[in-house]
């Protein structure tokens, strides 16, 4: 069994490129180009130097002492809440903008829910001095004003998406337009391991150096090099394919993928998409999404923005399908004592997404000689408002 995307952009069922045909030009470029330029030394150069000099990495592997004396079991926390703008996206951003270059784009187009992508992707135009407009809903634009205000200060544009529901779906739709009305010069830059064949697998290659460098970094501490669980919170996928990408092939290191309950599974309202949902084409990809009985998507909800999303990419599908991943849906309720409890216990404020994967600590026996790897894909400062408003913090 290959858990791996095959030639024609598919993990098992799952996966392809599922495009108009006015976009096809677009994606076969960068089908064409993606593995041949990713693997040329001084592409590999470029992009090492800058996640060392830029980015931070390697991100620390710390052992979580008062964590660990609590569960009874070895704890360890990759710490991409240090990276560069706080979370594992601009391991990603800063791959694809070097792809666009080589490619002889000229101009970066994006969308964004929660805004985090949006400011990844931001991040990485200034770096390299090129136009950058990130869609955004419009509902989005409002409730995430903090981010709208980082991508402006980094010199973004925020074109709001006023169709729809005026949120990521709908911001998506735009950007693809976009795309397809500048197929010469423009870049799409996406956010997570998903949309059509070559992004997920190009964006889980830009993260993989997540788990390339836990590898070296259990060697160093535990003198081994795989953990017997890695964990990791689920909204396209992205963190989570980092995290799992070279443990895949391990049979004995248990991947779980964390999802949003929200207020539950079966109260209409989570983003638990592997458990409640169908197979469906979204963005280009089949995979699982919740979708009507009609099937039109479902509107997801999480209190993080950055898990609702209405599908998951389709490498998690079918990690979930093959059962190779153990998926468990955890609610906003968890996630948010989760988010407390770890600033107590370790002092890191963790973003609510990341917070989810804590919440497995609550599910799970582990033993005492288990090595569990939790991926701290980023950090609280974006959710203090609703950690304010959830633990009544104000004075
Ligand atoms: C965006 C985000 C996620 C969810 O996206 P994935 O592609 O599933 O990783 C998780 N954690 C943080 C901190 C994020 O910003």
């Not at 992009?47 to 979580?64: E, I, K, N, S, W």
Request: charged fraction near 20%; hydrophobic fraction near 40%; charge should be negative.
């Amino acid at each position: 069994m290959s858990y791996h995307v095959d030639e024609n952009g598919f993990y098992g069922q799952f996966g392809g490129a599922f495009i108009p045909e006015m976009l096809y030009p677009n994606v076969e470029e960068l089908r064409q180009n993606y593995l041949k330029i990713s693997a040329e030394p001084a592409f590999k150069k470029e992009f090492m130097q800058l996640l060392v000099d830029y980015v931070g990495r390697p991100t620390p592997l710390y052992f979580a002492k008062r964590l660990s004396a609590e569960y009874q079991t070895k704890i360890y926390l990759k710490r991409e809440d240090l990276c560069h703008t706080g979370a594992h996206k601009v391991n990603n951003t800063i791959g694809q903008i070097l792809l666009a270059k080589r490619l002889g784009k000229t101009r970066i187009i994006a969308e964004t829910g929660a805004g985090q992508h949006g400011v990844a992707t931001a991040t990485v135009c200034a770096l390299m001095g090129l136009e950058c407009i990130v869609y955004m809903g419009a509902i989005d634009i409002e409730r995430q004003a903090p981010n709208v205000a980082r991508m402006k200060m980094l010199g973004a544009e925020v074109r709001p998406a006023t169709s729809g529901s005026k949120t990521l779906k709908d911001a998506t739709n735009e950007a693809i337009r976009d795309w397809i009305n500048n197929p010469e010069n423009t870049y799409y830059i996406i956010g997570s391991v998903v949309g059509p064949h070559p992004y997920p697998d190009m964006v889980a290659r830009f993260q993989a150096v997540i788990s390339e460098e836990i590898k070296q970094q259990l060697e160093e501490k535990e003198n081994r090099q795989n953990p017997d669980y890695v964990i990791a919170c689920v909204g396209g996928g992205s963190n989570a394919a980092g995290a799992f990408y070279h443990f895949i092939d391990e049979k004995n290191v248990n991947l779980i993928a964390v999802e949003a309950a929200g207020k539950g599974i079966d109260s209409g309202h989570s983003a638990a998409t592997s458990t409640l949902g169908k197979i469906g084409v979204i963005h280009g990809s089949k995979t699982l999404l919740m979708q009507s009985a009609d099937g039109q998507i479902t509107e997801p909800y999480s209190i993080s923005a950055g898990l609702d999303y209405p599908g998951v990419g389709p490498m998690h599908a079918h990690l979930f399908e093959t059962k190779r991943a153990e998926f468990i849906s955890i609610t906003d309720d968890e996630a948010m004592h989760w988010g407390r409890k770890l600033s107590e216990l370790e002092g890191i404020i963790p973003a609510i997404e990341t917070a989810h994967a804590f919440a497995v600590l609550d599910h799970k026996k582990f033993k005492p000689d288990d090595v569990i790897v939790i991926n701290l894909s980023g950090r609280g400062d974006k959710d203090l408002n609703t950690y304010i408003d959830y633990f009544n913090l104000r004075f």
